[in-house]
């Protein structure tokens, strides 16, 4: 084992992005082994640097996790001396909390989020079938159909919120149609209830609904929790989500015993016991401990994370009244704002707007699903996408995390209120 440099954790100012300023006493006393391992990345400089840089960025997840980084640490050291890496108490325990959490029965903790979805499609036996979903949400539902075979048929998205609009779901029922990928995004949740409602309309309650949750952990709507509206539901853990890991993680979640033993096959090879491969296409995604343990010690504080989020954009909703701007986060109550996005028509000045201010912007997402060149002569189907497109394009996501200062919000709040929003 090499020898550890000598470590000093001190407080940091508000731009560290990793929150987290780690002082080595001097760079040249790090073993040389360590200095080539590490190929010239000194983070003494790179500490100094960001501390003198006041820009603001998107998210900083390093930032609400520094009051807990001695219980992370202990937990973690907790876990490396268990000799339990995989399949141990932490990642049981963060499936009952998090099960319990959501309302639902059964949580399987698994490798990220689109494996996740990739498992749930598998399950609903959307191979070789149709997956009805959104353009506008990164793709990965898009991804994870291209693994199992299926096609995505893809319907539009409410004006406001951007999410699904139950509406244009069954013009584009057929036949082939196995599942529904009801993808909640930046905190706003989709109306899942209307979505089962319109299915059973149509005499199609075998479509299952699948909720992706990834960009919306712990939003409520009408009283019911997102995970708890669908067949089945997921959730990634990418270390910037509302819950997230110090890595990959994500969740399966469901309600019936029957449906979970077949998740937990498929995300063991196909395992019915051990070495007994017993259903097809099994593949390997599990949860490690170290990311079930960050888990475990960040779930009692999902919901003050949220309030925080929620609260950042609202001072930008009441900033940027009468700019012209729109927020599109936070559509109705309940919802989580895990990003805060503005939409303007001109989105690109808005960018360069914020950015001479020293704030950070990104878009999420730049392209529809079907855009993506990796897409390119793939099949799919469409329907009338005109919100989908129509925001593409018009949406910038401004900063919004939990731990955020007042004066950094107030910074990016003062920003949006002095820009000019009239369509020129
Ligand atoms: C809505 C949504 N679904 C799925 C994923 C994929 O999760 P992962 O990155 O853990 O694979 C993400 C993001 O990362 C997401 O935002």
């Known amino acids: 084992m090499l020898p550890a440099a000598p470590v000093r954790m001190v407080e940091c100012p508000?731009?560290?992005?990793?929150?987290?300023?780690?002082?080595?006493?001097?760079?040249?006393?790090?073993?040389?082994?360590?200095?080539?391992?590490?190929?010239?990345?000194?983070?003494?400089?790179?500490?100094?640097?960001?501390?003198?840089?006041?820009?603001?960025?998107?998210?900083?997840?390093?930032?609400?996790?520094?009051?807990?980084?001695?219980?992370?640490?202990?937990?973690?050291?907790?876990?490396?001396?268990?000799?339990?890496?995989?399949?141990?108490?932490?990642?049981?325990?963060?499936?009952?909390?998090?099960?319990?959490?959501?309302?639902?029965?059964?949580?399987l903790g698994v490798g990220n989020g689109t494996d996740g979805l990739e498992l749930a499609l598998s399950a609903a036996g959307a191979r070789g079938g149709e997956v009805i979903t959104v353009a506008n949400a990164g793709g990965y539902t898009t991804t994870a159909c291209r693994i199992v075979g299926a096609t995505p048929v893809y319907v539009d998205v409410l004006e406001e919120s951007l999410v699904l609009d139950p509406t244009t779901v069954e013009p584009m029922l057929g036949p082939q149609t196995r599942a529904v990928v009801v993808t909640h995004l930046f905190g706003n949740l989709a109306d899942t209830a209307a979505i089962r409602g319109i299915l059973a309309a149509a005499g199609r309650s075998d479509v299952l609904i699948i909720e992706d949750g990834s960009q919306a952990h712990g939003a409520t709507l009408n009283g019911r929790k997102v995970g708890s509206n669908g067949d089945m539901s997921v959730f990634s853990f990418y270390p910037t989500k509302n819950l997230g890991a110090l890595g990959d993680g994500g969740a399966v979640l469901c309600r019936n015993a029957h449906t979970a033993e077949h998740i937990e096959a498929l995300h063991q090879y196909g395992w019915t016991s051990r070495y007994e491969s017993s259903i097809p296409y099994g593949r390997n995604s599990r949860m490690d401990e170290i990311q079930a343990a960050v888990l475990n010690v960040k779930m009692p504080y999902l919901d003050e994370w949220n309030a925080e989020r929620r609260s950042i954009v609202r001072r930008y909703s009441?900033?940027?009244?009468?700019?012209?701007?729109?927020?599109?986060?936070?559509?109705?109550?309940?919802?989580?704002?895990?990003?805060?996005?503005?939409?303007?028509?001109?989105?690109?000045?808005?960018?360069?707007?914020?950015?001479?201010?020293?704030?950070?912007?990104?878009?999420?997402?730049?392209?529809?699903d079907f855009e993506q060149p990796s897409q390119s002569g793939l099949p799919d189907r469409r329907g009338a996408l005109i919100n989908s497109v129509a925001a593409r394009g018009e949406i910038v996501t401004v900063p919004c995390f939990p731990g955020m200062t007042d004066g950094e919000v107030d910074r990016v709040a003062e920003a949006l209120a002095s820009f000019d929003g009239s369509t020129r």
């Open 14 to 107: 508000a731009q560290d992005p990793i929150g987290i300023a780690v002082h080595r006493t001097s760079a040249c006393e790090r073993p040389a082994a360590v200095r080539a391992r590490n190929d010239g990345w000194d983070r003494l400089h790179y500490a100094s640097s960001v501390m003198s840089d006041s820009r603001i960025r998107v998210s900083v997840p390093g930032r609400h996790l520094r009051p807990l980084l001695g219980e992370v640490s202990e937990r973690i050291d907790a876990v490396v001396r268990s000799g339990r890496w995989l399949k141990g108490p932490e990642t049981g325990a963060f499936q009952t909390t998090f099960a319990s959490y959501c309302e639902v029965d059964y949580c």
């Open 318 to 368: 009441q900033a940027i009244r009468g700019s012209g701007l729109k927020m599109v986060t936070e559509s109705h109550d309940g919802a989580v704002a895990h990003l805060a996005i503005v939409r303007t028509a001109d989105a690109a000045r808005l960018r360069n707007h914020l950015d001479t201010a020293g704030i950070d912007t990104d878009v999420h997402y730049p392209r529809l």
